[in-house]
């Protein structure tokens, strides 16, 4: 089924999927990486072949960071985080109406690596992803916390950058994320960002959801 949104260049969303049945699809570090290759992958103007034809001549491929778009990018990532049963991706659209085809690409790509690997059937998603559309610096900031406390939140971590699969660590540990590349976020010094969002672990903990900003 076609869907009705258009995504036009230049628009920021939240956008996020969760596995079918709450399935642990990545809960395996490996899994969650394979995704994040696709991600990369997938994310190029240039015509591509299947990724899984790419790998036969590029079995060692590993994307080392997702955040670095390059000339080809569709999208751009602001943040991302793979949880076990699900993600969260912050994007800037490059491209008119490609973000759709972009996802399905890549959900279906890491669906049959997943089959394939644990050989069963059927879908893996639950549903289409869902896109928030982010309107302002105010809700950037808030869905960027809450996309990195998203392990603290469930339990899983004691401290967010303690989570292999985010872009957290490159908030807080590499300077020129929020003062050279992520500059659609208005805080520039990483130091400031970790307060910004550390401060908020135990409150966001207690509330699981922010969902006027976040998912509404």
Partial sequence: MKRKEKFCQGEIYHVFNKSIANYGIFSKIDNGQQFINRLFYYNSSLELEAFSKF???NDDFTCENLLLPTECSYIKFLAFNIMPD???LLIKIFKDNIL????SDSENS????????????????????KAVKVKNNEQ????SRYIHLNPTTNNLVNKPEDWELSSYRDFINNPKILKEIITEISIKDPE?????VENRI??????????RLILE
């Fill in 110 to 129: 890491f669906s049959k690596f997943f089959n394939t690997k644990y050989e069963r059937k059927g879908p893996l998603w639950q549903s289409s992803f």
């Fill in 192 to 196: 400031i960002y970790r307060k910004f």
């Fill in 202 to 211: 135990d409150y966001q903990k207690k509330l699981r959801m922010i969902k």
């Fill in 55 to 57: 790998l036969e001549k």
């Fill in 140 to 143: 950037l900031l808030h869905v």
């Fill in 86 to 88: 699900h993600y969260h």
């Fill in 100 to 103: 759709s085809k972009y996802m």
